[in-house]
């Protein structure tokens, strides 16, 4: 089969290589997925760049959220187990962690809907407690991870503020339903959410970005509100002054979504159940800005890393609903 290997660490287009290699095996638990589309998420560039939490071993294949068939027919979600990542035909997965893959959505949408919605919830939902009618802001709101959280904000009846970097993704955020565009690179962000909210704030921030859009948060986070730290895609980890959250009386709220596949799966389960009727009621519905053959995908994941897409990038297979 053909499948991505990287066998040094360093920038996507160049670490990455396509190759003919034997199919994985199944270990202990784990089934054998024909793969029909993955979809790019900003860790499979940190695990090229080594920077990721996680680390496989050298050689590996990225791709850590795909919609694949198993070998009786079933389409499903999964996350692949390292170092057999998504970018190949074929990849395994463990068993006990499949989802089945929406009606209502095509393969490269339903591939988009694992991480970053799961994510969105968990951070909105279990973590934040979102209610409608309060203000969420989203930093990087055009992006895989951002534009997740805007259409779970909106589904919930929150008003959500989008804060984005250029013209062309101020015009998707307003496109996926922000009712407030800053454009960070135009305006001034602390000045333009002040605004937009009489000066109270928001109530949840949602920041998979670090840097300073976290400095950001803490300037326009409103009384009793919550930071949720999803990432730090702009490549910098704030070290926050817990004396400001004490004074402004404010919560930072961690997020790692990995983590409830351990620590329980059943809440993870749970949260499919939801996605899986907001996106068959239309609520919801994964941006997939691109779709690109096998061959492409490592420019694919460049661009990713270079932060010039908007939505999610999908690998799409030969084939593929």
């Known amino acids: ?39 790019i998420n900003f860790p499979d560039v940190l ?57 209502s959505l095509d393969d490269a949408e339903a591939a988009a809907l694992h991480i970053g919605y799961q994510t969105g919830w968990f951070g909105l939902h279990r973590r934040a407690g979102l209610e409608a009618g309060e203000t969420l802001l989203v930093h990087a709101a055009a992006g895989g991870v951002g534009s997740a959280a805007v259409q779970l904000g909106k589904a919930t009846g929150a008003t959500v503020i989008g804060v984005v970097g250029g013209a062309d993704k101020a015009a998707v955020a307003r496109d996926l ?12 962000v602390i000045a333009a959410v002040k605004e937009a909210t009489g000066g109270r704030g928001a109530d949840v921030i949602y920041d998979p970005v670090g840097g300073e859009a976290y400095t950001q948060s803490t300037k326009v986070v409103a009384f009793e509100g919550r930071i949720v730290v999803v990432g730090f895609a702009s490549g910098t980890i704030p070290s926050p002054g817990l004396n400001h959250a004490l004074v402004k009386n404010y919560s930072i709220l961690g997020l790692h979504w990995g983590l409830y596949n351990t620590k329980n799966p059943k809440l993870v389960q749970h949260c499919h159940e939801q996605l ?29 890393g270079d932060g010039v ?5 999908a690998v799409v297979m030969e084939g593929a609903a």
């Not at 066998?7 to 997925?33: C, F, I, K, Y």
């Not at 050298?58 to 027919?73: K, R, S």
Request: charged fraction near 25%.
């Open 177 to 188: 339903g922000c009712d407030v565009v800053i454009d960070r690179r135009a305006e001034d």
């Open 276 to 304: 899986t009727e907001l996106a068959a009621r239309g609520a919801i519905k994964p941006l997939v800005s691109q779709r690109v053959p096998l061959g492409e995908a490592a420019a694919a994941v460049q661009r990713v």
């Open 1 to 39: 089969m053909q499948a991505w290997q990287v066998h040094e660490n360093g920038e996507p287009s160049e670490v990455m290589r396509l190759a003919d290699v034997e199919r994985p095996t199944p270990g202990a638990g784990q089934v054998l997925l024909k793969v029909r589309a993955a979809n």
């Open 309 to 313: 897409t908007t939505g999610r990038v």
């Open 47 to 103: 695990m090229c760049r080594g920077h990721y939490q996680v680390r496989p071993p050298l050689p590996f294949t990225p791709g850590v959220e795909i919609c694949g068939e198993t070998e009786d027919g079933r389409r499903v979600l999964a996350n692949p187990a390292l170092p057999h990542g998504g970018f190949a035909e074929y990849t395994v997965a463990d068993a006990a962690a499949l989802l089945p893959a929406p009606d």
